[in-house]
DNA sequence: GTCTATAGCGAGATAGAC
DNA sequence: GTCTATCTCGCTATAGAC
C-alpha cells in the first residue's frame, strides 16, 4: 500500500508465461502457493523465487522485501473473498443461507485459498504482526456483511426478530472458519458440503419465527 | 515418545524456582507461551532458554533438539483438553450442552493456552509437518466424544433421531474453533462466553425433539 | 547440569555488473 | 529486469570443559 515497490513501469515483454502472466503476478501465485503449504514465516523469498525460475534478487526488484511480498499476496487474492461473501449475502434471508454450501464448495476447489488464509491469520493474531490490521478489518467486514444479512431477513419478516444478528453473525462465520480448519487438517474425516448443507439447513430452522 | 532426552534422573536440585518446578518443567512452560505467542517456527530455541535465564544449549540437554520440545510441550499441555472435553460431555445430552460456555470461560481465562493450540494445528496442517499425526488424532478424539455425547441423548431420547450425531460433532467442534480464531484475533469484537451461549441454547432448539 | 566455543547452514538484504 | 557476489545476521546443533 505504502511505496512498497518500484512497480515495473507499463506492460511486461512477451518472455511472460503460457498465459498472459506478468512475472509480478507469477511471483504472487508462487508465493501465495508456498505460503499456503508452508506458511509465510517458514518460507523464504528464495523458494518462492526459484518456483518461478528467478533468483531471490529478482523478487526483491518487484516486492522490496519479504513483507512487501506478503501484502501483495494479501492484496491480490483477499479482494475477492469479501466479494463472495457479499455476493452471496446480497439475497437477504433464507436465500442467503441456502448459499452456505457455495463457499463449502468453493474451498473444496481450491484448498490452497483455503488454506492460505487460515494459516496466515494464525500468523497475524496480535497486535504488532505484519498483517494484523488487516485480518483484524477483514473479520469484521465479513461479520457486518454477514449482520446485515440476518437483519435483512428480520425487516422483511423471514428471520425472527428475537435472533441477535451480530452473535448469530459470529456464529456463522465460527462455523465456515472451524470446518475450513478441520478440514484442511484431515480432509478425508469429513464433507465439508454436507457438514456445510446439514448446518445451514439447521441454522434456517433457528432464524424462522 | 521415542528416545527424545535423556531425562535427567530422579528428582532435582532444590534450586529449582518458587514452585516445585523442575528446570524441565520451567522450559515447557516458558516455550508454551512462546509458542502461543509466536508460533513454533518462529520461537528460537534461545529464546526459550532466555525466558528462564539459561543458555540454549541447557534447553537441548534436556529435550534433545527443537522437536523433542515441541513433543514435549504438547504432551503435556494437551492431555487436559481432551479430559476436559470428556469432562463436559460425560453428563450426555442436554447438560453436556449446557456446560458448553464453560468451554469459552476456560479459555477466556486462559488465552495463551486457546492460542498455544490455535497456532500449532496451524503450522502442522499437512502430512509430514512434525506434530500433524498428532492433531489429525486430536480432532478425531474430540469429535467421536462429541458424537458420542449425542447418541447418548438420542438414545435417552432427549434429542432427536433425526440429527446426523457425526455431523453435529464437526459443527460443534467447527464453531468452539472458529469462535476461539475470531476471538483470539479480535479479542473486544465479541463476547466469547455471550456468543458460545446464545449458540448452545440454539443448538440445543435444533437437537430438541 | 550448565557453561563456552564454534561449526555450519540458511536467511534477508545491498551493491553493482550486464 | 535479472544476474553474481557478498555482507551480516540468527539459528540449530555438536564438542568438550567445569
Redesign the pocket.
Known sequence: MTSSSPA??GRQGR?ASARGES?REELIAAAATLFAERGYATT????VAAAVG?????L??YFG???GLLHAVIDQRDGASLEFAEELTALGGPAAIEQLPRYARRNVANPSLASLFAVLVMENLRPGDVAHEHFVTRYRNLRAVIEQMITAGQESGEFSRTVDARLKAFEILAFIEGANTQWLLDPDSVDLVAATTAYATDLLRTLTP
Open positions: 515495473p513501469t518472455k512475472r523464504s523469498i528464495a523458494d528467478v533468483t531471490q534478487q529478482a526483491l526488484y522485501n519479504k513483507v
